[in-house]
């Protein structure tokens, strides 16, 4: 069974540094792309970035350049998202989803969902 | 301001058939890229509902299609639950902006 389990919820302070992770498992996690998606409270959903655990080769919408980092560790089959300084504005639920290599292809798999809360 | 533009909210009476559209333009849907649909149940993660314009994934009920036509697509849905209260959303690449771009999402309440 195809599953992203992503870490739990998380309460931070402005200009504190976060990571949270995305793990897959149940096929084979060099070989499909991860995404990141960000929906604020009560919004829709945008597109952050994406990575290929492949070769940890990142691409940023950009909307969301030099604002964070999406690094993968194919050893353990996880992807992660980085920020170096939070701030109020980051506040959001993050999801992970993974999508085939071929072409443009949908999301097919999403995550359970990270909460963030940045807050003073 | 989305990239992909939907309307805020639709709603109709159980049994009914409803519709959402998703506009955009000649650098995505109006493109070579597919349409892609999602369905967000209240306080989950977004779930592949249509790919590839009219393609439902295994499991997914024939009373959810999708169709698309110049720089729009459409998702229908039939035979309206109470369970398919939920928002939708579209998704299709951009290549102005090399990258994906979602539709700000369709609130559906069943009536």
């Known amino acids: 069974e195809v599953q992203l389990v992503q870490s739990g919820a998380e309460v931070k302070k402005p200009g504190e540094s976060l990571k949270i992770s995305c793990k897959g498992s149940?096929?084979?996690?060099?070989?499909?792309?991860i995404d990141w998606v960000r929906q604020m409270p009560g919004k829709g959903l945008e597109w952050m970035g994406i990575?290929?655990?492949?070769?940890?080769?990142?691409r940023y919408s950009p909307s969301f350049q030099g604002q964070v980092t999406i690094s993968a560790d194919k050893s353990i089959s996880t992807a992660y998202l980085h920020w170096s300084s939070l701030k109020a504005s980051d506040t959001a639920m993050y999801y992970c989803?993974?999508?085939?290599?071929?072409?443009?292809?949908?999301?097919?798999?999403w995550g359970q969902g990270t909460l963030v809360t940045v807050s003073s | 301001q989305s990239v992909l533009t939907q309307p805020p909210s639709v709603s109709g009476a159980p049994g009914q058939r409803v519709t959402i559209s998703c506009t955009g333009s000649?650098?995505?849907?109006?493109?070579?890229?597919?349409v892609h649909w999602y369905q967000q149940l209240p306080g989950t993660a977004p779930k592949l509902l249509i790919y590839?314009?009219?393609n439902r994934p295994s499991g997914v009920p024939d009373r959810f299609y999708g169709s698309k036509s110049g720089t729009s697509a459409s998702l229908a849905i039939t035979g309206l639950q109470a369970e398919d209260e939920a928002d939708y959303y579209c998704?299709?690449?951009?290549?102005?902006?090399?990258?994906?771009?979602f539709g700000g999402g369709t609130k559906l309440t069943v009536l």
């Open positions: 000649s650098s995505n849907i109006g493109a070579v890229y597919d």
């Open positions: 590839d314009n009219d």
């Open positions: 990575i290929y655990p492949g070769d940890s080769d990142p």
């Open positions: 989803a993974r999508r085939p290599v071929d072409g443009y292809s949908p999301f097919d798999y």
């Open positions: 998704q299709s690449y951009d290549s102005s902006l090399s990258g994906w771009v």
């Open positions: 149940g096929y084979s996690f060099t070989t499909y792309w």
